[in-house]
Every structure is written in C-alpha cells, then in structure tokens.
C-alpha cells in the first residue's frame, strides 16, 4: 500500500496569513501515460464529511474558493492556504487515489494563532 | 443536485450484523461508483472499499475481507454496505461517497453514520 505522510500534524496561523501543509507518497502517484498526479486534499471539520477540495494534485474543485491551491508532483505535495479565514479551520488530508487502495495521510489540523 | 444520503445511528453488540444504506440522487446512478469510508473516533481516514454501480463488482480492503459486503439497488439507487462478526473496533463513523468522473477522488459525500460496538 501507498503510505502518504502529513508534515506538520498541526500548525496555527493568523488570520490573513498563509498555511502550508505538506504531503509526502511513499511511491510515485505520478502515471506517465496521462502525466498526472492522482492526488486529492479533502477538507474536514468538526462534525461533517470530508469536503474535496482539490484532485489531479492541482485542479480546484468546482466551488472551491481560489485561496486554496495544490501543487507537487510525484512524491511531493502541497496544498496552501494564501489568506487563512476563519472558516478555514479543519483537519486537511491528502489521498492518492493511483492505486488500490486508496489511502489517506494522517491529517494535518489547522487552528488559528 | 447530487445528495447522499445515510441511513441512521446504530447500536450493536459485538459478534453482530450491520447493514447501512446510502440513497443517491441528483445524478446518473449506474455511471459513478460508490466508496465507503469510515472513521474511528478521533482517528483518520479508512477506505473500505468500493463497488461499481453498474455492474456490481467489488473490491474491498484486505483487512476487511469476508466481513464485509457492498451492495447497490439500481431500481432505488440506494448503495448498501453490511459488515459483519463486529467488534469493538469497528465503532465509527461510516461514510458513502461517490467517485469522481475525474479519476476516483470522491467528490461527494454522505453525512455519516454512527455505528457504536458495545456489550
């Protein structure tokens, strides 16, 4: 199975502010026949199903405010936060869906400071 | 527009059946498939498995195997998930969700159910 490794587990930042959460695959999630990346970041808070927000590694799901995007490819991803709201405050977890079965990071929480 | 929606709490002993249900609208059933997803308390993400709704094949978790079944009615377009011989282990929070036409991300979501193992 494909690990996938959230750094940090947590971070808090000021509103206004940028969050960086990394994720890290165990193997490539790169498929070179349609040079994709078969990652996805969902957006979890409190009490509700996760949400996509991202798939492709880069591509913002329909209705997905421009402040969050994804980049990476590979092995290596990121997804940012360019201006922290305060109804941005979730737990963030990235998942390769390249192979089966799809799995997920540990999560990354992101608080306000 | 798309909705899943579950069935509800559940209380079981352990050594028991459970059967959850995940009624879909707002889409072409037979054209997507369904994933379930569950979540321990406080815990992350665990994929369960999947089925293709318009054949209904399965492929499951490997931890998972012989202990669960996915199931799809296309005249309701409904998706069932039963997980049998339950433990404690198996208290969560269970999640529907249907794949992506882009790849399979899971782009929309059922609400959860709660299924609690306890003596």
């Known amino acids: 199975d494909i690990v996938m490794t959230h750094s940090p587990d947590s971070l808090a930042v000021s509103l206004g502010e940028r969050a960086t959460i990394n994720c890290k695959s165990s193997?490539?999630?790169?498929?070179?026949?349609?040079?994709?990346?078969?990652v996805a970041w969902y957006q979890q808070k409190p009490g509700q199903p996760p949400k996509l927000l991202i798939y492709?590694?880069?591509t913002r799901e329909s209705g997905v405010p421009d402040r969050f995007s994804g980049s990476g490819s590979g092995t290596d991803f990121t997804l940012t936060i360019s201006s922290l709201q305060a109804e941005d405050v979730a737990v963030y977890y990235c998942?390769?869906?390249?192979?089966?079965?799809?799995?997920f990071g540990q999560g990354t929480k992101v608080e306000i400071k | 527009q798309v909705h899943l929606v579950q069935s509800g709490a559940e209380v079981k002993k352990p050594g028991a059946s459970v059967k959850l249900s995940c009624k879909t609208s707002g889409y072409n059933f037979n054209s997507y498939g369904i994933t379930w997803v569950r979540q321990a308390p406080g815990q992350g993400l665990e994929w369960m498995g999947w089925i293709n709704s318009y054949n209904g094949h399965t492929n499951y978790a490997q931890k998972l195997q012989g202990r669960v079944t996915m199931t799809t009615d296309t005249s309701t377009t409904t998706a069932y998930m039963e997980l049998r011989s339950l433990r404690s282990d198996d208290t969560a929070v269970y999640y529907c969700?249907?794949?992506?036409?882009?790849?399979?991300?899971?782009?929309?979501w059922g609400q959860g159910t709660v299924v609690t193992v306890s003596s």
């Open positions: 193997q490539s999630v790169l498929y070179s026949s349609d040079n994709k990346n078969y």
């Open positions: 492709w590694a880069s």
């Open positions: 998942q390769q869906y390249y192979s089966t079965p799809p799995t």
């Open positions: 969700a249907k794949l992506a036409s882009t790849g399979n991300a899971f782009d929309i």
